[in-house]
């Protein structure tokens, strides 16, 4: 069996405890485009380092705050 590893995020839940930022506002922020952002948070995209931290920046808390991993076991 391989394990992959699989990354999670709370980018929507922090854009709407931060007033409910919109992905527009969290993309002009971080220097993203608003498909960026819908991808990260749909999971379909892991962001750079760099934009990782761009983003965790912007709410004002660590990168694991915002990503978090974890493994699958897959066949």
């Not at 590893?5 to 931060?18: A, D, G, P």
């Not at 990782?52 to 493994?71: K, L, N, P, S, W």
Request: proline content about 3%.
């Amino acid at each position: 069996m391989k394990t992959k590893m699989k990354i999670s995020n709370q980018v929507r839940r922090l854009r709407f405890e931060h007033g409910e930022m919109t992905q527009q506002a969290l993309a002009e922020k971080v220097g993203a485009t608003r498909q960026t952002v819908l991808a990260i948070e749909a999971g379909k995209y892991a962001p750079s380092l760099e934009l990782a931290f761009r983003i965790a920046d912007a709410f004002g808390v660590g990168v694991e705050a915002v990503f978090q991993r974890e493994y699958v076991e897959q066949p």
